[in-house]
């Protein structure tokens, strides 16, 4: 991705301030990877303080990524601690069954999720595996 300098102003900062983040970035609190990252979300901070932003939307608890017929990538935040914005769970499909890596399950919330993924549904069904009709008509 290219990023187009027009897009983009500078701002003079003193130094001690940048200091400071940038130890904050070097403790790894809050996961900041740069000065930027770290200055926009204190910012956007700000705006929903002064209500001059609506708030950023709270992304959803799972989210998916990676889907094939072997199984579907889970980002769950629920699982998210000082370091991580969540935990990635792998939900795996077997022909007679599924099964949830993270809570050994075939009937967690995880299992559920994936299953109600229009994709996945999509290949099961195509498959015409047994767990596809676990798959809830809506
Ligand atoms: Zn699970």
């Not at 705006?47 to 799972?62: S, W, Y």
């Not at 077997?94 to 299953?115: I, Q, T």
Request: hydrophobic fraction near 35%.
């Amino acid at each position: 991705m290219s990023i187009n300098e027009d897009e983009y102003t500078t701002v003079r900062l003193p130094k001690e301030l940048m200091e400071v983040i940038d130890n904050i970035i070097k403790s790894g609190v809050g996961s900041y990877k740069s000065r930027a990252e770290f200055i926009k979300e204190a910012l956007r901070r700000r705006f929903e303080e002064l209500k001059i932003l609506a708030p950023t939307p709270e992304l959803p608890q799972l989210e998916h990524f990676n889907i094939s017929e072997h199984g579907v990538r889970i980002l769950d935040r629920s699982l998210a601690n000082g370091t991580s914005k969540g935990r990635i769970i792998d939900v795996y499909f077997k022909p007679n069954k599924v099964l949830c890596e993270y809570c050994g399950s075939d009937n967690c919330r995880h299992v559920e999720f994936a299953l109600n993924i229009p994709k996945v549904r999509k290949i099961l069904i195509g498959k015409g595996w047994e767990i596809s009709k676990r798959i809830k008509e809506t």
